[in-house]
Structure formats: C-alpha cells, structure tokens
C-alpha cells in the first residue's frame, strides 16, 4: 500500500522548506535508506532518507520548490497503483494553490501585454518574473544560516561573476550573527550575477546572486523583478548603473589566482564525480583531506561525515596557515600619540547585534532575582588532582560544576524549565549550554544530554566547543537546544559576578573563581578554598526557594564530588 511522506519540522523553527534537490525521479524505485531529497531549512541543506521501499509515484512539488511543514512531500508505493486519494489528502492541492493563481494573473492580462512586447519585450518579462522570483531556478536568495538570522554580511566571494559553477562548489562564505558559514551551490551553471559585494549585507529572502546558462537568462529581467516583486537586495544600488560585460571582465582578470585554484580542485572530480554529503565535504575541507581518497560507506559509495572522521592522515596540513594569517591582521587602528584626541568606530557585527537584542530582551522581559552561594572547594581540588593523575584527558573546574550541575538538576527539575508565555516546559532531558567568549562576543554551544556523561567525555566535548567556537566552525546545530547555561569568568581572576539569563532557559548559573582564603573548621582557622556561585532565575518559572535548594544541592555536590557517582 502506497504511503504519505510529509515536509518534515528538520529544525525547531522551521516551518517551510525549499527542495534543493531531488535524488530520486517519479518512477524510479526507492530502498529504505536511499536518499530521496535534500532540504533546505531556515538554518541549513539536509539530506531526507527514504524509511520504506518502493516506487516514487509523486513528488509534492519540483526543485527550488517550497513546501510548508507537514503539506505532501512525496508518495512511495508498487508501480500502478492508484494514488489519487492519497493527493487528495495529502495536501498537495494546497501546494499547488499558489501556481494555479500566479497562472491566471497572466492569462487575463495576456491581450494588453501581447501588444506591449513588441515596444518594450525587456520591460514585461521582469514584471511577471516579479512574481515567482522566488521559484525561479536561476535565483539564489540568502537562506536563513541561523535561528536569529535576520541579515547575512558576504565575508568573500568564493567565485566571480562569470565563473562556471558546480554543485557542491563553495559560492561564498556568509557572516550571520553567530557564526562564518559556507554556502554551497545547488546548481551546475555560470554565475552571472552577485547581489552584494565583499563586505555588504543582504537581508534573509533577497537576491544572493543568479546562476544559468550564459546567453539564455536574462539577468536584468530577473533584477528588475527582484526590485519590483519586493526583494530588496542592498547590492541593487550598484547593479543598476554597472555594465555586465566590464565588470565580468574586470572580476575575472582581478581574481585570476582564485578561479586557478577553484577549476584545479574542480577538474580533479570532473572525470568521475564524487558522491559526499556537503557536511563531509566541509569536514574534509576543515581537516586537510583530500575528499577523494576517503572510502564512502553511505548508498552507492557516497561519503558521508563518519567516513570523514574516521579517516586517518599521515600530516597535518598547511590549511591551517590560513586561519593564522587572518588573526594577525589587526582589527582596531593603532592608538593615537599622548596629548592628541583620537578614537575609532568599527560597524557592529552581526553576532553583537543579536547578542543586543536577545539579552535585552531577555533582562527586560523575564523578571531576574539572584541567589549567591558560598562553596568550600576543598574536596574538589583535591579530587581533580587525583583524577588528572590517570585520565587522559585534562578535568577542569568547569567541568565539575557542569557534571555537578547536570546532576542537580536531575533532582530539581522546575530549574530546567522553560518559559512559553501560557504554559511552562519542564524539559526531562538535560542540554547545558557553556558560554564561550570569542573575538566579535559570545557564543553558547551546548554539551546534549550532560547528566549521562562521564568527566572526560564533557572536557572532551568543551574544548572542542570552545576551539570551534574561535575558529567559527561551530554549526546551528551545536548552539541549539539549551535547557540550563553556564557563564564562568574564574579563570579572569573575577570572585563573583551576575549573568543574564540566556533564552528559552529559566536560570543561568554564574561561576566566580577558587580563592584561598582564611575559613573556620572545627573551631580553627584554617586555609581554605572557596568558590562563590551565583544563580540568575525567571521569577515567571522559578521562586527563590527553588533556587535556594537547587544550589544547596549543588554545593553539597562539589563539597564532596564523590557523590556526582550515584
């Protein structure tokens, strides 16, 4: 019996998707696991895998097509078979709802605009591309990189106007507000238009940049579109006034030693293509390796990222001069001489925006109360001590509040909860977000699932967390998900310190640092070390009595660490 595959929810905001394309065409048979579409998110392209076999007899909508979360993908059943109620059903009618309406806006004004074409062709062909420019295959528009992602800054240009272009190629790399990410191209073509450059924002939704064939698309019709049917790319000022021809010309002469090193790593795969997931190419990329060499384990030979990281190279490779370059280049201009006034304004960054907004949000919306604690550390230094003896890898402070954090909220679970504006979430899983400091602000990525780790798994997992975090290589899917965050500035030499609370949480922990200082046991002073921890709580979702025992746990946790095994 045939079955209904609906748009899956890949990601917690999403609510539509784009098919970036189709693996599998109607008719041909289909295996469980085999790879029917990959799908563009508001956050990133995913891959989506058959779970039944059979024989794909519809597809809800073709390549470069949107279909809202749940409307009908695709129909997988035996060859013949009757599947008109199905799309009944299914929701294919309301996909298709949006082209039958575009089509008659054409046909009841065809007799007026068949008399203008032969005076103006140029001019009407633009106006009704207006309205399907965002259907149309040529164009590629700024996806949404992030769950935030209002806005994306074009950090370089991976290809020039003019330049041929095949799937899986790296067209730009694209600054959002919490990370520098790669935007593949989903199309083999020539580039014929960029709509910003190097340093310009375009906003989610706006005109990326055109991809055809040379001669037969019109560029101009689809930016003149692109104006008219309300994507307001920023590049628009500069493409107005700037002659094709010239500036393909001029780009390509400007930028020979890219396109070189691009046709290079292009023709190397031309004769035989190779099949990889584009996070395996990425994660090739990041690491040196030539994607060629590494042996696909997915359907029909295809790499994929655990094929990736599992392959062994003998050196490490000189990619990483790259990184070190840049970070040499100063950001600030030197200061001005003693006795003369001086200063510098740099554009704020898209990460500092958001981290604007969401926190101020956040601290004027959620009603904030503190609960500080004083910790004796005592037991704790001394256990690490032992434990960094024979564990391989390196115990931190930070890690031991993070295992004893998850631990306690195991026993207070109003503490990892959620405000929802007319109900609150009580999570039962544990995602602690760590804040990490990192050059333009913040980010939060979060160890998933923390009270089931060990020590060495969550240092494991934080320092690869912190060095992506610099490198900008952290993806959304590591920063999502927190259900509790913590913020420790110890290592700054900072005693004590309150944090705001990072959204959709409930309370976020503050972490000073371990000090000696003179404390009373047993009726003498001795030294000591002691901790001071501060406890940040929604007072929609959290009352101070609750915060209160959470950190008593918490403290009785550290005091003696023995019991985070239990």
């Not at 060859?79 to 009841?108: C, H, N």
Request: proline share 4%; with cysteine; net charge neutral.
């Amino acid at each position: 019996m045939a079955e209904v595959i609906l748009m899956p929810r890949l990601s917690d905001t999403m609510t539509e998707g784009v098919i970036a394309a189709w693996h599998k065409k109607v008719g041909d048979p289909v295996k469980k696991g085999d790879l029917l579409a990959e799908v563009e998110t508001d956050k990133a392209t995913m891959e989506l895998e058959s779970y039944k076999d059979g024989t794909l007899l519809h597809i809800g909508t073709d390549k470069g097509g949107k279909l809202q979360v749940n409307d009908l993908l695709a129909i997988i059943g035996t060859k013949g078979e009757d599947i008109s109620g199905l799309m009944k059903s299914g929701g294919s009618s309301e996909a298709k709802q949006p082209e039958k309406k575009e089509e008659k806006k054409p046909e009841a004004a065809k007799p007026v605009k068949e008399e203008k074409k032969e005076a103006a062709p140029a001019s009407k062909p633009a106006a009704t591309k207006a309205i399907d420019i965002s259907k149309m295959d040529e164009v590629v528009l700024m996806p949404r990189l992030s769950d935030t992602m209002t806005e994306g800054v074009i950090a370089g240009w991976n290809k020039n106007v003019g330049d041929t272009v095949k799937k899986g190629d790296v067209l730009a790399e694209i600054e959002t507000d919490k990370a520098t990410m790669e935007l593949e191209s989903y199309k083999n073509g020539t580039l014929l238009y960029t709509g910003a450059k190097k340093g310009e924002k375009i906003a989610v939704n706006d005109l990326l940049c055109i991809i055809g064939e040379k001669g037969k698309v019109d560029v101009d019709a689809i930016v003149a579109a692109a104006k008219s049917g309300g994507v307001k790319a920023e590049g628009q000022e500069s493409e107005a006034g700037s002659p094709k021809p010239e500036s393909e010309s001029s780009k390509k002469e400007e930028a020979v030693g890219q396109e070189v090193s691009a046709e290079q790593t292009d023709n190397s795969s031309s004769n035989g293509r190779v099949k990889a997931s584009p996070l395996a190419k990425k994660l090739a990329s990041e690491k040196g390796i030539d994607i060629k060499k590494v042996q696909g384990s997915g359907d029909g030979g295809r790499i994929v990222k655990q094929d990736v990281d599992n392959y062994k190279v003998s050196e490490g490779g000189s990619q990483k001069s790259s990184p070190d370059t840049k970070t040499e280049t100063p950001k600030y201009v030197a200061q001005a001489p003693y006795g003369k006034e001086g200063y510098d304004e740099v554009p704020v960054s898209q990460m500092r925006k958001v981290i604007a907004k969401r926190l101020a949000e956040s601290k004027f919306t959620s009603p904030h109360f503190y609960v500080t604690m004083v910790i004796d550390m005592d037991a704790a230094v001394a256990g690490r001590a032992k434990l960094n003896e024979t564990s391989k890898v390196k115990i931190s402070f930070n890690d031991l509040v993070l295992k004893a954090c998850a631990a306690a909220l195991r026993q207070h679970p109003a503490v990892n909860s959620s405000w929802l504006g007319d109900k609150i979430r009580h999570n039962h899983h544990i995602h602690i977000g760590v804040a990490v400091a990192v050059e333009d602000g913040l980010l939060v990525p979060v160890v998933r699932f923390a009270d089931t780790k060990s020590l060495s798994q969550i240092g494991v997992e934080v320092k690869e967390f912190a060095q992506k975090a610099k490198d900008k290589k952290l993806q959304p899917s590591d920063w999502e998900g927190n259900t509790f965050t913590i913020s420790n500035l110890g290592m700054f030499g900072v005693d004590e310190f309150t944090a705001i609370i990072n959204p959709p949480d409930a309370c976020i922990l503050a972490i000073g640092g371990i000090n000696q200082v003179p404390v009373v046991k047993n009726g003498a002073v001795v030294p000591g070390n002691i901790m001071k921890v501060t406890l940040s709580c929604d007072h929609r979702v959290v009352d101070g009595a609750t915060g209160a025992a959470f950190l008593q746990t918490l403290k009785s946790l550290l005091e003696e660490p023995l019991r985070m095994l239990i």
